[in-house]
């Protein structure tokens, strides 16, 4: 074994490996800050364009500023040929994860910054990238069940315009707005699987799409971006408020785990847990279908409970909680979920990654390789004697 | 500032994330160590098939076991409708590497055991993948140059058919040897970036395919995988062998660096090197074009000694400085280079995502999700007070 610090079978919990202008969690408190700017602030005032922005910018845009940011996302809200033709080609079963993971890195083919390595270059791709997300997962939705593809509206918020081109119809002001918030919420999170993934890629010199694209593998992973779709699943598995109890009690009691409750960062609620919460219960009020709402509460209060009794410990809702009853009031789909994930950090994750890029937070370090300890193989702790294969037996 | 293990600005370079059973790499001692099996003897006597399957399986192939591996990659030598089309549709100009990149992801929807989490099914995800890979890099160069397609033949080995594929006609046994062999020297090396990369997301469940883009998009960097045709840019640059003793001083002089000398690893010379460094000189002879392995080992002693010069220290030859001319030498495009170790360095990703998934070499950790200090935003180290978008000013 050779020298070095010893951080194994940690996942990196607790090691810090750079330091970000971009945002802050505080687990113990449970405070997410966005560039300075608290998330319930965010939450409660601003869109997920001003939001984009700020985690792209360090500041807050003045009206003026939002305006031409504007008008360089919406004329972008368009996908090419190339990756329409493929849609078509693909089998209808194909994941929208990774048919999201499959079209980014060659849109980068089509952007003329593409070799341009300066914040302001990287900043042009972001603006080009991120409208082009919500219309690649619409438009496979669409092509997926055999319907044709939602023309974007320029007049719609980057919230309205993905929910109008899934579903074909304009969604009402409510929703849209809700939705946003859904986006503001989830933009950003320190040094998450798929942050640090897109980071480690920019730090060989990848090109931001290359990056985003290792990003959304990640988000890909039930145990990261695909835990909403999870919660969404355990929703419909227990289908009645009344089978709720006895549901959470069999699972813990058995070791398993609840999804959506427990957090690696947070030891208090998260705070975006309770925005959703809300949101989750107007939504039960307008639609009329307080049943997903109800499940929720029912699994949150009931996991809170059974934690105490059996570990004699605090559990809270996290994120995917009430994000899943959410997006189902939404009439998203559940595979879509993740997707929406994505449409929403991939603001954090380029913010991220042009911050390695540029070395805006700390000095310069050199890419991502970390060491192992290798310890041995089947025929020793080093080295085999080499046999040629017409002498090889098993 | 929260406590916690402080390993920044260092590029996680010495921080031990993991034990490993498939690759040791002694730096002091320029020796890499393939599953117990010194790189020098597989070089030798190995095939780049052999050496796949010892990375997959922890020992090397009985004649019977080959055949079976043979027989199970050779009939998945080739790609789906979709990508095809998504070729046809790219501009011309696409980077290879995004293009590989992009039909990875997709490529899982093809695969019946795409949701299957077993190792078993892990290691026929990989048997269909890795023989996939040169079928898109020959077919994409073939497509960019406006000319058809090459059919694949099974009678061909990986490499040899790949060459083929490339030109259209059958490559000398010599060459298809020789570049068999450049196949076994690169398919792995321990954590570097994209391996890390392909772990990381592997970490949150993601399946092989998007690991394996994750991997992709790492390698695509030029202080990565780009490095070999930076080399070959750096020998079309300098052009003559009488230019080599003058450019190589004017370039370290100036602080700048040497593309393909210096490792961050080995502190001697990369065995790879070496072995390279006799398969660009047999080429030189076979070819008749000494030019290139002529220019490369002038630029190989006048790099150590103006360094020993300037710096007082030794410097050595890494994989990357003879690549540049092998694969010059064997018609290879130079944007293909990186391809083509994406073509060799699967084996080794995939190897590490399934020990990576099923914690074959150590306890399971949890996914890796680093920490970071949050430094503070333009207006003070933590938090800044909301101000509504119409009352702000620049």
């Not at 355990?234 to 409750?261: D, F, T």
């Not at 913010?351 to 070395?359: N, T």
């Amino acid at each position: 074994m050779e020298e070095g610090i010893d951080v194994k079978n940690i996942g990196l919990r607790g090691v810090k490996v750079a330091d970000t202008r971009i945002s802050d969690v505080d687990g113990e408190k449970g405070i997410l800050i966005y560039r300075g700017y608290n998330i319930i602030d965010l939450a409660r005032s601003s869109t997920f364009e001003e939001v984009s922005f700020l985690l792209l910018n360090d500041h807050l845009p003045t009206q003026e500023e939002l305006k031409r940011f504007q008008s360089e996302i919406v004329p972008e809200r368009k996908i090419p040929e190339a990756i329409l033709e493929m849609m078509k080609w693909l089998p209808k079963s194909a994941n929208p994860m990774d048919v999201l993971q499959s079209a980014v890195p060659v849109l980068g083919s089509y952007d003329p910054h593409l070799n341009e390595e300066t914040r302001e270059a990287n900043l042009k791709k972001t603006l080009r990238l991120m409208p082009k997300l919500p219309i690649l997962v619409a438009v496979w939705d669409r092509i997926r069940k055999g319907k044709n593809p939602v023309l974007p509206r320029s007049d719609l918020t980057h919230a309205g315009n993905f929910l109008y081109m899934l579903s074909g119809s304009l969604p009402d002001p409510d929703t849209a707005r809700d939705f946003d918030t859904c986006l503001v919420l989830h933009a950003e999170h320190s040094f998450n699987a798929s942050t640090f993934a897109g980071r480690e890629v920019a730090s060989t010199h990848a090109h931001l799409y290359a990056s985003v694209a290792a990003a959304l593998g990640a988000l890909s992973g039930e145990l990261h971006g695909g835990a909403n779709s999870e919660v969404m699943r355990m929703l419909l598995e227990i289908g009645e408020v009344s089978r709720v109890n006895s549901w959470v009690r069999e699972k813990l009691q058995k070791g398993g785990k609840v999804m959506g409750m427990g957090h690696a960062v947070y030891h208090t609620e998260d705070p975006r847990a309770g925005i959703l919460r809300k949101i989750s219960q107007k939504l039960a009020e307008r639609t009329g279908e307080r049943k997903w709402y109800e499940i929720t509460e029912a699994i949150e209060v009931a996991t809170r409970e059974e934690f105490r009794k059996i570990k004699g410990k605090e559990i809270y809702a996290n994120v995917d909680l009430y994000s899943a009853s959410v997006y189902h009031m939404m009439n998203i789909p559940v595979d879509l979920f993740t997707p929406v994930f994505a449409i929403s950090r991939v603001s954090g994750w380029t913010a991220h990654i042009i911050e390695e890029k540029f070395a805006e937070a700390q000095p310069k370090a050199e890419l991502y390789r970390p060491d192992a300890d290798y310890v041995g193989t089947y025929c020793g702790p080093q080295s085999c004697e080499y046999v040629p294969i017409e002498e090889r037996s098993k």
